[in-house]
Nanobody
Framework: EVQLVESGGGLVQAGGSLRLSCAAS????????IGWFRQAPGKEREGVSC????????YYADSVKGRFTISSDNAKNTVYLQMNSLKPEDTAVYYC???????????????WGQGTQVTVSS
């Protein structure tokens, strides 16, 4: 069974850090790119970051560049999103998803996790 499970969300003060994890099962990260998305109440879902299946390419939304870092541990079949200097506007449910072409560019996401809540207080 293909599954993506996010963890690591929580409540943090502005300026703080969190590390989100996206654990994959039923497939290997060698075959899929993994993207992180977020959705705040009343807002559309937005792409946050993506890492290609080769780990050679990473992408970030302008709003998180310089603050968030995406990485992959293929041995653990897990992708991480290190979030530093968090702001109240980063508050959202964060989701990870598997992109079938492995590049992030085509942005065809086949599998999604259930999401983890991140709340940043001011």
């Amino acid at each position: 069974e293909v599954q993506l499970v996010e963890s690591g969300g929580g409540l943090v003060q502005a300026g703080g850090s969190l590390r989100l994890s996206c654990a994959a099962s039923g497939f290997t990260l060698d075959d899929y790119a993994i993207g992180w998305f977020r959705q705040a109440p009343g807002k559309e879902r937005e792409g946050v970051s993506c890492i290609s299946s080769s780990d050679e390419d990473t992408y970030y939304a302008d709003s998180v560049k310089g603050r968030f870092t995406i990485s992959s541990d293929n041995a653990k079949n897990t992708v991480y999103l290190q979030m530093n200097s968090l702001k109240p506007e980063d508050t959202a449910v964060y989701y990870c998803a598997a992109e079938v072409y492995g590049t992030c560019v085509e942005a065809v996401y086949e599998y999604w996790g259930q999401g983890t809540q991140v709340t940043v207080s001011s």
